[in-house]
């Protein structure tokens, strides 16, 4: 475990095997709050922290519950039940205890995230973060490589939806055929996005 | 809109330029001449007729889907004829003329025209077509002719002779230099796609499209000052200066630098934005040369640029006069004030 | 006679008009991923389906028991519990299959269709209206998603049924080797081909709701 393959997980997560443009984790979240940048980023960076956290606690749980008490058919539900517990903390966090506790943050979290509220129960259901929970334990890393899968996931995918927001802003002026108005065209983007970004695929620092 | 009116009012001042999209386009194909003479000096008369092929294929695709559409007829502007003749440019000669056509189909009905024709596509048309064939036919993509033994004019050529291109696995995409000697990468006499391989004409090019004003001095610089600059620093085991001239001349950098990369629809309108994108292609390019799986990064880099362009642009946006400020202002006001324990509300 | 009329109605919807896929474009996220080959395809939508049904059915019975708070909780749990024990069946009986599917499995518990169908139908229904609506969405669902897998599969590999047919697992091949567009079988392909369905469907779609409104004048005048 040297700074090599740390870089390696991490531009692999971002890069080379994008949760949006490679694994299609997190499909229908991503397609649903890209519309406007704003909603977009608000929900790239919630992703973000809740992914960074499910890696480390999947990890963590996987190691000293799951696997030493002979449980690992329990995943799924286990992994699921973290994810919802940590939404629901962010949850009750932001809305009273934060603002007060430390306003200073609060405040810069409305100006850069005005929407952030409103994507939490999409970040509940998002398959991202399940999926990084579930990659993290199965690839077999070690505790600090799946403190940077999850960060640098997370940031691929805060990456490809502020990407892919505008570009569909810049999709309000295209001329496309009317059976392809709404999801499709967008579909069409995100293939085209999808096809640059496998120039990354097999990318390996040595 | 009936295309016989073609009086338009608009208030004065107005201003008489030389310049429309198809002059602008007729001096990129002009540029373009010198690459395509060096090419068919090199690799025979199948340059010239996969070319050919290639800019009939794109410019029927537009006049038959927008036929289709029962849209305008925008076959004038060139700009057909310019995806052609790129596309072509970043193919070997010996590609078979129906894998080209699923290039041009590629590039010109779901890259351009699905998103309504010129000026509303994100991606480069020939760029994009160039990965879509390179990920379903890498074989025939990345089977170079060896200059001056010319192949037929078959569809396809089975039986031509091949060689490998200085940025393949066999040379510096393993770190090891090429056997070609300097001027030979400089002039052309080398293997490698049709239009990439003489840097000499492509310098040209560049430079007429320079002179004439077509393109800005800003992203090109950018780009191969960035890859020049890392190749520079990082030669992989060999001299620092020869790496870097290799690194320059091989691939299509001197293309992608000068005629795609420099595409007005899919780069930066701010100064700001036209350099980090030129910065930032040379950064990927480097990055997938050394470390990725393509020998030669330049289309891909270009590509994820491109659609990092709106997002540049965005950001790059002039602010109102006086908006601006006012709002970061009042953002300030606000923190200093929720230190103090005030409703932050 | 009106119970056959309303389940051929439903039919007719889950299948085509609204179709979880290509009209409501929900759980979108399996469907590009595991679509290469038809065999993926009939895994994942039989999975798909057994989740489906059997989380309707336990929703609509807990219906009276959980209170409206913790609807989405309980639909969660519920389809994550199917959900362990679809793939432990899986990779007990088609080890192979459940290699290639990989974590997709898993995630069917978090699939947007199969939650938005139990918190919104499923937990105001009674039993068997639940029942028949969950089979009839997935239904609806696994023919999307065979379809989309067919058209990548052959027009991507040129072969089909890799995996369960054909000399070796290869599949019955059809296109002859070398000519498919190999990107239909990647990602970037999976977003291209979906697309394209989608368009087709709303165009017929808005073909029949033209020629209805024409008919309907018709029968007017």
């Known amino acids: ?62 190691k000293f519950v799951l696997i030493p008490l002979r449980l690992e058919f329990l995943q799924t539900f286990a992994y699921i039940l973290i994810i919802v517990c940590l939404v629901q903390l962010a949850e009750l966090l932001l809305r009273k205890p934060l603002p007060a506790l430390c306003p200073k943050l ?27 929970a579930l990659l993290s334990t199965r690839s077999g890393l070690t505790f600090v490589e799946s403190v940077v899968f999850g960060v640098a996931a997370g940031a691929g995918f805060l990456l490809a939806i502020v990407l892919f927001a505008c570009v569909r802003e810049r999709l309000e002026y295209s001329d496309c055929p009317k059976s392809f108005e709404g999801l499709p065209i967008a579909l069409v983007s995100a293939g085209l996005i999808a096809l640059a970004f496998s120039g990354f695929a097999g990318l390996q620092i040595r | 809109m009936n295309g016989k009116h073609r009086l338009s009012a608009a208030s004065s001042p107005h201003i008489c330029s030389p310049f429309g999209t ?40 537009e006049f038959a889907y927008r036929r289709l559409m029962k849209k305008s007829n925008t076959l004038g502007d060139l700009s057909a004829a310019i995806t052609g003749v790129l596309l072509a440019f970043v193919c070997p000669v010996t590609l078979p003329y129906w894998i080209i056509l699923i290039g041009d189909f590629f590039a010109i009905i779901v890259v351009k025209q699905l ?68 001027g030979d990468m400089f002039v052309g006499n080398i293997g490698g796609c049709l239009g990439e391989v003489s840097a000499l004409m492509l310098i040209i090019g560049g430079a007429y499209l320079l002179i004439r004003g077509v393109i800005r001095v800003r992203i090109p610089l950018a780009f191969i000052g960035t890859v020049a600059a890392l190749t520079f620093l990082f030669p992989q085991g060999n001299g620092h200066l020869r790496w870097m001239l290799y690194s320059l001349l ?71 006069f006086g908006v601006a400020a006012g709002r970061r202002k009042a953002f300030w006001k606000k923190f200093r004030a929720g230190g103090k324990g005030e409703d932050a509300s | 006679m009106k119970m056959r009329m309303k389940i051929r109605q439903q039919l007719k919807e889950g299948l085509f008009t609204r179709n979880p896929v290509l009209v409501q474009q929900m759980g979108l996220c ?70 290639r599917l990989g974590i997709y499995v898993p995630l069917i518990a978090l699939n947007s269709m199969i939650l938005s169908r139990t918190e919104t139908f499923a937990f105001r229904s009674r039993v068997d209206a ?66 394209v369905l989608i368009a087709a469907t709303q165009y017929i779609l808005r073909r029949m709701a033209e020629k209805n409104a024409a008919a309907e004048k018709e029968a007017e005048l």
């Open chain 1, 106 to 132: 609060g405040i810069c979290l409305s100006a850069f995230c005005p929407k952030l509220d409103a994507c939490l129960p999409s970040v509940r259901t998002s398959c991202a973060v399940l999926g990084v």
């Open chain 2, 115 to 182: 998103f309504g024709g010129l000026g509303k596509n994100f991606l480069n048309p020939a760029l994009a077509a160039h990965a879509f064939l390179m990920l379903c036919y890498p074989i025939p993509m990345t089977t170079w002719a060896k200059p001056l033994e010319w192949p037929g004019l078959g569809i396809s050529v089975p039986g031509a002779v091949t060689c490998a291109a200085p940025l393949s696995a066999e040379f510096m995409g393993s770190g090891i230099l090429p056997d070609a000697s300097l």
């Open chain 2, 22 to 61: 198809r002059s602008l386009m007729l001096d990129v194909l002009i540029a373009l001449i010198p690459a395509l003479c060096m090419a068919v000096y090199f690799y025979g008369p199948r340059a010239l007729i996969l070319t050919a092929i290639s800019v009939g294929g794109c410019e029927f695709m």
């Open chain 1, 1 to 62: 475990m040297n700074l090599a393959s740390l870089l390696s997980v991490a531009l692999g997560a971002i890069l080379a095997d994008n949760f949006i443009f490679s694994r299609f984790l997190g499909g229908s979240s991503f397609l649903d709050n890209s519309k406007t940048l704003d909603t977009a980023a608000g929900m790239g960076l919630a992703v973000m922290c809740a992914m960074s956290a499910a890696s480390v606690l999947a990890w963590l749980i996987d």
């Open chain 3, 30 to 99: 399996p469907v590009l991923a595991v679509s290469t080959s038809l065999c993926n395809g009939i895994g994942m939508g039989l999975s798909v389906l057994a989740v489906l049904l059997c989380s309707s059915v336990i929703v609509a019975l807990l219906r009276k028991i959980i209170p409206d708070r913790f609807r989405v909780l309980c639909c969660i749990a519920v389809t994550a519990i199917f959900t362990t024990a679809a793939g432990q069946l899986l990779q007990s009986f088609f080890p192979p299959l459940s290699d």
């Open chain 2, 250 to 320: 091989g691939g299509s950098l001197m293309l992608g630098a000068f005629f795609m990369a420099t595409d007005y629809v899919t780069s930066p309108v701010t100064a700001g934005g036209e350099l980090f994108f030129g910065v930032g292609c040379g950064l990927f390019t480097v990055l997938i040369r050394y470390f990725g799986s393509y020998p030669d990064g330049v289309s891909h880099a270009i590509l994820i640029m491109n659609s990092t362009v709106c997002l540049l642009d965005k950001a790059g946006m002039p602010a109102r």
């Open chain 3, 130 to 195: 639940a029942a028949v609506d969950g089979a009839v969405q997935a239904l609806g669902y696994a023919m999307a998603l065979l379809l989309l897998c067919a058209v990548r599969e052959l027009l991507g590999s040129g072969t089909l049924g890799g995996g369960l047919l054909g000399a070796g697992g290869a599949g019955i091949r059809i296109l002859p080797e070398g000519a498919g567009l190999r990107v239909l079988v990647l990602p970037a392909g999976g977003f291209l081909t979906l697309a």
